[in-house]
Each structure stands twice: as C-alpha cells, then as structure tokens.
C-alpha cells in the first residue's frame, strides 16, 4: 500500500522545526521511519503534513558528561550499536540493541523514534526505564525534562504535547564494573519481544548494593519491579534468592493479545526475571537464553 497524501517538510534548524510543528494542522514528524513509514501504509495515521527531522542540525551524537550518557534524538540505533562508548559506559543498551530489529532497520531507526512509537515491547523503552533516563523535550514554550517514569502516557502514546519535539535522551551512568543482563522472548530472532528483562546490579564485597529490574511487554509501558529490587539489596545473588523473589512479578497486571495471554506474560515476567538477575550476576549456566547473538 501506498501513505496517504501528505506535504513534506525539511526543516534544516529546530527552531524551524518547532515552528513548523507550532503552526501546522495535523503534522507527524518523520525520523528514521521505520515505524511510520509502515502505520502510513496501512493508514493507522494520516497526516496532512510530514516534518521530516533528518537534516535539522544537532539532533544526533553521544556524549557523557558528569557521569550522564547524553543522545540525541536522531541518533541512529546502529550508530548506539558500534559505539565503544555505549558498549563501555551503558552495556545494558549495548546488549538490548541487538535485539532490535534486524540492521536494515537499526541503520535507519533512531533512539528518538523508538522512544516516541513507544511500543509496550521496545527494548530501548524498556533501557531507558531501567536506567531512569530523562527525555528532554523542545517546543514553541522553549525545553523542559520529563523523568522517563512519567514519559509513557499511554498505549503507544508518549506523554509529550502535540508541538513538542524529543530531543535527546539522558541515561544516568552505572559505577564501573556494574552488572547488566536484557534477556527476551520473542517469536523469532529480530522481532519485537513478548516479554523482555533488564537487570542492573551492583556487588560489592559478596552483597548487592543496588538492584534495578525491569520488566517490558507484560502492560504497556515497561514495568519496574520494586519488590525484587528492595528484597535482593544487601543480600548475596544466588539463583535460590531469586528465584524465590520474582515470584512477585506473576502479580504484575498484564495485557493479554495474539501473541499471549495475560497469564503467560505473567509466566514469562517470572521466569526472565530470574534469568536476567542470573545473567547479569554471572550466575547463569550456557543455556540458549543467555548466549550472545
Ligand atoms: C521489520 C521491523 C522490525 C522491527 N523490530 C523491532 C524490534 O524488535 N524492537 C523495536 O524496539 N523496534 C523494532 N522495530 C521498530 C524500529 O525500532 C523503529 O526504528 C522505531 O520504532 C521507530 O524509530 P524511527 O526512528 O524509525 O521513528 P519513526 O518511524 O520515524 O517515528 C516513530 C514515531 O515517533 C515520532 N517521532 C520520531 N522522532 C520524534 C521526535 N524526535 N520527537 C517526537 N516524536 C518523534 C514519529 O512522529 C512517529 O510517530 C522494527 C521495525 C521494522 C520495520
């Protein structure tokens, strides 16, 4: 199928493209495409007009400054990929790229765009969960930070007003030598996951000292579970600790699709748990999960 009709746009600043957003009536704004391009085809969206976000200036690059790995908006998913600094300073995100997709699309998908198609599945979703990152956000009223618990308002629906524009992603940077497992389950290699798992950890001295445990595609945003974290910090990982603490995940309230029922998600939500916290602890054996693609 072909999109609708729609008039393009190729604003080269962001104050352009603010202004654009501001005026037009029914715009979309156009980043790596992937997902737009196909809810075009198949006419779930139809705007009159298309902003396109790929020459405006600045918008893409990784920094880390004062302990924050800073993203714009329109980096490239492959871009995060090969970058030794991602892969040295944030392995969770390094690990969850791999899952995403397959390198035709990560060569053209953004971080920015991921974040605001917001599918409940999103591994770079549940990343920025995980990591507590903050979204920060342009719009005719100037910039404004939104923590990412507060970011996701809906079901693909991300809680940024109608003229406003993400333009860089803020992660909060682990200790060195901190753990990190994502783990999923999907139908094959490359698609979204069902239900995926992303453990942060640090040991010190035989004890975890801080836990973060995430837990996406059981509802529709990536769900934390606080239960598990407060439980494990202080004591020592064994698979006996946790396999007995995420039992609580089972309690998370799930959606149910054709992929899974709600019960089987809850199912899942237990089992990666376990194995993500296993991973990331170096407890895990060789099984097929938690071999590297
Ligand atoms: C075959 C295939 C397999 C895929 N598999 C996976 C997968 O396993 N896991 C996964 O997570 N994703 C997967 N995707 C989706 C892919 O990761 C997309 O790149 C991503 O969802 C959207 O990013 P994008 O840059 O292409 O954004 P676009 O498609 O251009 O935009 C997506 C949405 O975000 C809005 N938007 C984009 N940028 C901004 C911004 N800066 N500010 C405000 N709004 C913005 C757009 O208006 C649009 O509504 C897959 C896609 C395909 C085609």
Redesign the pocket.
Known sequence: MKPPPFQYHDPKTLAEAVGLLGTLDNA???????????MLNMRFVLPDHVID?NLVEGMAGIKETDGVLEIG??TR?RELEFSDLVAAKCPLLHQALM????RQ?RN???I???L??L?PA???VTVCMAHDATIAVAGPGGTREIAFADFPAGYLTPA?ELN????AIRIPVWPAGHKAAFIEFSRRH???AIVSAAALLQIDGGRITRASLTIGGVAVAPVRATEVEQAIVGQAPTSELFAKVCESCRSFEAMADIHASAEYRQHLAVVLARRALEKAADLADNAPWNRAH
């Open positions: 979309k704004l156009l980043a790596g495409g992937q997902s737009l391009m196909p976000l908006a329109m998913q899952h995403v997709g397959h699309t053209r998908g953004t920015g765009g991921s605001c198609h599918d999103a591994e770079l940024i406003e524009i993400v333009t490359g698609d979204f």
